[in-house]
């Protein structure tokens, strides 16, 4: 599968955007998905991911109840739906995709078990 990114901007703080990770070559929806972000300087680190099924969803701490992660499959598309931003929140952010993943719960959250990525989206947070 090939995911691609979109939907990235400027947004004041306190604001909201959601951005999106469409995929071509396959569907979605057997494939756990997640969300990364990478900062200037900063190492890529995990921020949310839906599994397959049910569509249990996981979040990264910081991004808890303001982050919502969710699947629309007639449109073959996973969406990071983000509000209450903060400037913390500000960087590349790039969706992954990978059907192997059995156990998504202690899996989803680790770059090395996805294949595929997109190229990324710029999310930036005025304060």
């Known amino acids: 599968v090939q995911v691609v990114e979109s939907g990235g901007g400027l947004v004041q703080a306190g604001g909201s955007l959601r951005i999106s990770c469409e995929a071509s070559?396959?569907?979605?929806?057997?494939?756990?998905i997640s969300w990364f972000r990478q900062a200037p300087g900063k190492e890529r680190e995990w921020i949310s991911c839906i599994s397959v099924g049910n569509g249990k969803t996981y979040h990264e701490d910081s991004v808890m109840g303001r982050f919502t992660i969710f699947r629309d499959n007639a449109k073959n598309t996973v969406y990071l739906q983000m509000n209450s931003l903060k400037p913390e929140d500000a960087g590349v952010y790039y969706c992954a995709a990978d059907n192997r993943i059995i156990n998504p719960q202690a899996m989803c959250r680790t770059k090395l078990f996805f294949g595929s990525w997109g190229q990324g989206t710029q999310v930036s947070v005025s304060s």
């Open positions: 070559g396959s569907t979605l929806d057997s494939y756990v």
